[in-house]
């Protein structure tokens, strides 16, 4: 998929740049929804105090997800966890090396604290069984792409450091090895080792090297990458969704793209916020297809057996248990 260059207009002066191309414009309805799938259903505009409480729930939701990992990952004291908003679980001094041998995927734990996410997205409630399945397993991957590029963000790219949701890193400087140079083999001690270290390390490296670069321009705010989240969630699940449940979608994305709007409107003004909201709906396809790659390489690894999962992992990689 083509991806788009985004780049932030913070602190440029005069709106430098061409809006012309925008989807959003100053004389936008709050209502009207950009989006890079299908065309939604036409919902009433919300009123501003009512656009305001969505968004602090998103940005609550964010938050929690954030003090959960600081309580799993890091030795934080009780205090440092519940002092308000948590736009960052972890500092530099707290991430831990990532060890592809003894990576598993996510923990138990941390599907626990997906599926609470999930089941607080605005929505979430409204839809059946097996689209609520499916939404959750689409979270996992959204959160997993999006989490990773915010922290990493946070850190600086300059570290040179990806960090991971579970607050590990992986060294970016120089790369690392892929698995394909001549002589890697000698390495490892098993095939199946060079095997779950390329279908790990791969992907990752791709993302520093193609994907890191655009989140960076697009400089999102943790408010920003909250509401991005959630869009990215209906996103990239609307087409797999059940048909009885489109319309519940659409009307989310729609919602999504009023806060979305009023945000960027009162942070940047009424000439450049419009511009901002479309840049940052605009690269949610970045998104999408970040995670469909990503859950390409899960099945690798789940149907090869490559990798000792959780048994939850390979679950949510099934397509014949999502309707059963």
């Given at each position: ?153 946070c850190i600086g790219t300059e570290s ?102 009023k945000w960027c409107i009162d942070t ?57």
């Amino acid at each position: 998929m083509q991806r788009y260059m985004v780049q932030s207009k913070r602190g440029r002066p005069d709106g430098a740049g061409n809006t012309e191309d925008a989807s959003l414009s100053p004389s936008t309805p709050l209502g009207s929804t950009p989006s890079t799938s299908s065309a939604p259903l036409p919902h009433s505009p919300m009123k501003n105090d009512e656009i305001q409480k969505l968004n602090e729930h998103f940005f609550k939701m964010d938050s929690n997800l954030n003090k959960s990992r600081r309580m799993a990952f890091t030795d934080s004291r009780l205090l440092d966890i519940f002092s308000g908003m948590c736009k960052m679980p972890f500092e530099k001094h707290q991430l831990q090396p990532f060890d592809f041998r003894s990576y598993r995927g996510y923990q138990k734990q941390e599907y626990v604290m997906l599926f609470n996410y999930a089941n607080t997205l605005p929505g979430f409630q409204e839809l059946s069984n097996a689209s609520q399945n499916f939404l959750f397993r689409i979270a996992c991957g959204v959160d997993f792409v999006i989490s990773s590029s915010y922290y990493t963000m946070c850190i600086g790219t300059e570290s040179n450091l990806l960090i991971n949701q579970d607050g590990t890193y992986i060294q970016m400087k120089p790369l690392p090895l892929l698995g394909d140079e001549p002589g890697t083999e000698l390495m490892f001690t098993k095939k199946e080792e060079l095997e779950k270290y390329k279908n790990i390390i791969k992907p990752r490296v791709k993302s520093w090297i193609d994907f890191m670069p655009h989140y960076e321009a697009l400089d999102p705010s943790f408010e920003e990458n909250s509401i991005l989240k959630a869009l990215c969630c209906w996103q990239t699940a609307h087409f797999n969704l059940q048909e009885c449940d489109k319309d519940t979608v659409r009307k989310q994305k729609s919602l999504l793209t009023q806060c979305l709007l009023k945000w960027c409107i009162d942070t940047y003004g009424d000439e450049e916020g419009p511009v901002r909201a479309a840049n940052i709906v605009l690269f949610s396809s970045s998104i999408c297809s970040e995670v469909m790659e990503l859950v390409n390489s899960l099945i690798i690894i789940s149907f090869f057996e490559i990798m000792d999962c959780d048994p939850l992992i390979n679950e949510i990689l099934s397509t014949t248990t999502l309707f059963s």
